[in-house]
T-cell receptor, first 116, second 119 residues
């Protein structure tokens, strides 16, 4: 069974204080690891997808990295508008009724609060 | 390009009733997945449809069902509602159900969700 564990559950940072969020996973046949951002009352917003160990992707103040067992989301000099819940998900191919399907398994998220 | 649209945004029902939620995927996307999000369990996969066929199913009781139409729009139905069904129901669309490599076809884009409250 695929498992995704995110830590910490909640993180409170001062504006400009850099930090990292962790996502550890166990999955059979990883096809991709995804990071999403979710604001209150909204659906998850796609940020990054990583496919192989050693891969890195950046977007503004965010940088995602991937190893064989975990992924990190580094936040550099965060601003209050970065406050949100960050979700990590692994994607694997599952066969159901003879058909292949990409299934996402999510962690429970890290709630980030950036204080001005 | 319009995003994933879910209707209605909010629903209040009572125990024992049934409910139907609707999802219109991004134009050109053929795969639609449904998730239930609760504070305790996070996002849990319900099922996925591709070309009007259920391609995958999560570990939920048979009260939860869905379908997809020829225009890729999807509906999910929950019958005999229970208090524990109160949740945010999210729909996500992607270009294809199964695509190799890094083409981005397997990225799932989410709608804003339907907040269901069961009283």
């Amino acid at each position: 069974e695929d498992q995704v564990t995110q830590s910490p559950e909640a993180l409170r940072l001062q504006e400009g204080e850099s930090s990292s969020l962790n996502c550890s996973y166990t999955v059979s046949g990883l096809r991709g690891l995804f990071w999403y951002r979710q604001d209150p009352g909204k659906g998850p917003e796609f940020l990054f997808t990583l496919y192989s160990a050693g891969e890195e992707k950046e977007k503004e103040r965010l940088k995602a990295t991937l190893t064989k067992k975990e992924s990190f989301l580094h936040i550099t000099a965060p601003k209050p508008e970065d406050s949100a819940t960050y979700l990590c998900a692994v994607q694997a191919v599952r066969v159901y009724s003879g058909a292949g399907s990409y299934q996402l398994t999510f962690g429970k998220g890290t709630k980030l609060s950036v204080i001005p | 390009k319009a995003g994933v649209t879910q209707t209605p945004r909010y629903l209040i029902k009572t125990r024992g009733q049934q409910v139907t939620l609707s999802c219109s995927p991004i134009s050109g996307h053929r795969s639609v997945s449904w998730y239930q999000q609760t504070p305790g369990q996070g996002l849990q996969f319900l099922f996925e449809y591709f070309s009007e066929t259920q391609r995958n199913k999560g570990n939920f009781p048979g009260r939860f069902s869905g379908r997809q139409f020829s225009n890729s729009r999807s509906e999910m139905n929950v019958s005999t509602l229970e208090l524990g069904d109160s949740a945010l129901y999210l729909c996500a669309s992607s270009q294809t159900a199964a695509a190799p490599g890094r083409g981005g076809q397997n990225i799932q884009y989410f709608g804003a969700g339907t907040r269901l409250s069961v009283l």
